[in-house]
Structures are given as structure tokens and as C-alpha cells.
Nanobody, 124 residues
Framework: QVQLVESGGGLVQVGDSLRLSCAAS????????MGWFRQSPGKERESVAA????????YYADSVKGRFTISRDNARNTVSLQMNSLKPEDTAVYYC?????????????????WGQGTQVTVSS
């Protein structure tokens, strides 16, 4: 059974850091492009970061560029999102997603598997 489980969310202060992890089971992240998305109340789910299957191509939304880092650990079958210098506007539910093709993707419609999400709240 394919499953993605996010962890690492929580309540933090402005400027703090968090590291989100996504553990995959039922498939290998090494054979998938992976992405992190987020969704705030009343807003569309948006791409935050994505990494191609080879990890050669990486995408970051302009709003997180220079602050967030996506990485993959194929041996552990996990994908992580390091978030630094957090801002109140980063508050959202963060989702991990996997797509079966090699190229990274920004559109959520391209992804085949989704986790349940983890809440990140940045308090000012």
C-alpha cells in the first residue's frame, strides 16, 4: 500500500526553523519526482519546492527561495524540507507528494500520491 507520512510540523516563532520529513512506504522515492506543497485556509494548494527523480533539477517558489531547502534520502526512502527564517505567511498545512515520472512538477495535478499533511504555524 502506497503511503506518505509527513512529520515535523509545529508552532514556532518568527525567524525559527523547522525540518519537515516525509516517509514513503509501498514505493521507492528514488523512482519518483517529489514535491512539497502547502495550503492555507481559503487558498489554493501551492507548490513550495520540488525535486526531480535524479535530484539534478530543483524548484522553489519565489516566496521561499533562499529560506527553504528540499532534499531526498533514497536510502531512507524519505524527502525533507528544511525551513529557515520562518514568517507568519508560511503558516499552512504542508503536504508531501510523489509523481511517477522523472521530471519535477509544479502543478499539483501532476502528482500521483499525497500525504495527509502536517500543520506549520508561525507566530509573531
Amino acid at each position: 500500500q502506497v503511503q506518505l507520512v509527513e512529520s515535523g510540523g509545529g508552532l514556532v516563532q518568527v525567524g525559527d526553523s523547522l525540518r519537515l520529513s516525509c516517509a514513503a512506504s509501498g514505493f521507492s522515492v528514488s523512482s519518483h519526482a517529489m514535491g512539497w506543497f502547502r495550503q492555507s485556509p481559503g487558498k489554493e494548494r501551492e507548490s513550495v519546492a520540488a525535486i526531480s527523480r535524479s535530484a539534478i533539477s530543483i524548484y522553489y517558489a519565489d516566496s521561499v527561495k533562499g529560506r527553504f531547502t528540499i532534499s531526498r534520502d533514497n536510502a531512507r526512502n524519505t524527502v525533507s524540507l528544511q525551513m529557515n527564517s520562518l514568517k507568519p505567511e508560511d503558516t499552512a498545512v504542508y503536504y508531501c507528494a510523489a509523481k511517477r515520472t522523472a521530471a519535477l512538477g509544479v502543478q499539483k495535478e501532476l502528482y500521483d500520491y499525497w500525504g495527509q499533511g502536517t500543520q506549520v504555524t508561525v507566530s509573531s
